[in-house]
């Protein structure tokens, strides 16, 4: 029903910015909340930011306040992750995913359809 597609990772230095991109093909896209999600080397795919359907509402995770904003625009199917003053500790590979529930944003089960990743490194 969704697919989705991530673009926009590279290779940055400490204090440099980055945006993502995630291209969704589905024509019910605006009905979905997104959220993006990271997974560094030997650890487990924590969650990043999300956005409701409408765009109204947003929450990021505590260490990505202040220095990352998502954004979409359903017109374009497409959601965005701007990330401003790297640190190599996000480093890692970024995941967008669609869910139907966005009261359960942080929950990675609760997401239905995902990407395939971009990669995010951040040197020091």
């Known amino acids: 029903q969704v697919q989705l597609v991530e673009s926009g990772g590279g290779l940055v230095q400490a204090g440099e910015s980055l945006r993502l991109s995630c291209a969704a093909s589905?024509?019910?896209?605006?009905?979905?909340?997104m959220g993006w999600f990271r997974q560094a080397p030997g650890k487990e795919r924590e969650f990043v930011a999300a956005?409701?359907?409408?765009?109204?509402?947003?929450n990021y995770e505590d260490s990505v306040k202040g220095r990352f904003t998502i954004s979409r625009e359903n017109a374009e199917n497409t959601v965005y992750l701007q990330m401003n003053v790297l640190k190599a500790e996000d480093t890692a590979v970024y995941y967008c995913?669609?869910?139907?529930?966005?009261?359960?944003?942080?929950?990675?089960?609760?997401?239905?359809?995902w990407g395939q990743g971009t990669q995010v490194t951040v040197s020091s």
């Open positions: 956005i409701s359907a409408s765009g109204g509402s947003t």
């Open positions: 589905g024509r019910t896209f605006s009905s979905y909340a």
């Open positions: 995913a669609a869910t139907r529930y966005y009261s359960n944003y942080r929950r990675r089960s609760d997401y239905g359809y």
